[in-house]
């Protein structure tokens, strides 16, 4: 069975790091390219970033660019998304996703974890 | 940057047909998935590459995308199908490639 588990997530001030992980078992992690999708209280989807499966490949949405990082370790089956320099915005419900490739769907997806940005 | 226009909410009696459709330019031309989220929980996949659909999705979701318009097709509503819906596609057309979510559709069930 397919599973992904977020954690790390929590109450950070602004201007704050935080680091998420997402471990994946049920499938090889190695063969699967993986993303992060955020939803704010109420709000809709916004995807955040992608990563290959060979981590050749690295996308981020222009909102978080420069402050956040997408990498993964194929031999412990983890995603991870370093957060620096966060903001209010910042706040949401985070997801990992995995999909075949860019272009394909996001076809299983973890239960997310909380972060939240607030002094 | 790509931008993918759904109507914030439908309404639908139980047992008739809801249309959820999601706008962008040459949307034809791309591979559109569909999501449905209940609240509190994680998005499951309902329809990919337009308009087919993953093991144990009832038959009642289809897709269809054409032109500037994709659209989700939920047949013989049930109470149960009440939830958020969002489209997605790929885009490769900018500097910037990345994934393009719509904005969300609450289906309401009368």
């Known amino acids: 069975e397919v599973q992904l588990v977020e954690s790390g997530g929590g109450l950070v001030k602004p201007g704050g790091s935080l680091r998420l992980s997402c471990a994946a078992s049920?499938?090889?992690?190695?063969?699967?390219?993986m993303n992060w999708v955020r939803q704010a209280p109420g709000k809709g989807l916004e995807w955040v970033s992608s990563i290959s499966s060979s981590s050749s490949y690295i996308y981020y949405a222009d909102s978080v660019k420069g402050r956040f990082t997408i990498s993964r370790d194929n031999a412990k089956n983890s995603l991870y998304l370093q957060m620096n320099s966060l903001r209010a915005e910042d706040t949401a419900v985070y997801y990992c996703?995995?999909?075949?490739?860019?272009?394909?769907?996001?076809?299983?997806w973890g239960q997310g974890t909380l972060v939240t940005v607030s002094s | 940057s790509y931008v993918l226009t759904q109507p914030p909410s439908v309404s639908v009696a139980p047992g008739q047909t809801a249309r959820i459709t999601c706008g962008g330019n040459n949307i034809g031309s791309k591979s559109v998935h569909w999501y449905q989220q209940k609240p509190g929980q994680a998005p499951v996949l309902v329809v990919y590459?337009?308009?087919d659909r993953p093991s144990g999705i009832p038959e009642r979701f289809s897709g269809s995308n054409s032109g500037n318009t994709a659209t989700l097709t939920i047949s013989r509503v049930e109470a149960g199908d009440e939830a958020d819906y969002y489209c997605?596609?790929?885009?490769?057309?900018?500097?910037?490639?990345?994934?393009?979510f719509g904005g969300g559709t609450k289906l309401t069930v009368l």
């Open positions: 996703a995995r999909d075949e490739d860019s272009n394909y769907p996001f076809d299983y």
């Open positions: 590459d337009d308009s």
């Open positions: 997605q596609v790929w885009d490769s057309s900018s500097d910037h490639p990345g994934v393009v």
């Open positions: 049920g499938f090889t992690f190695s063969s699967y390219s």
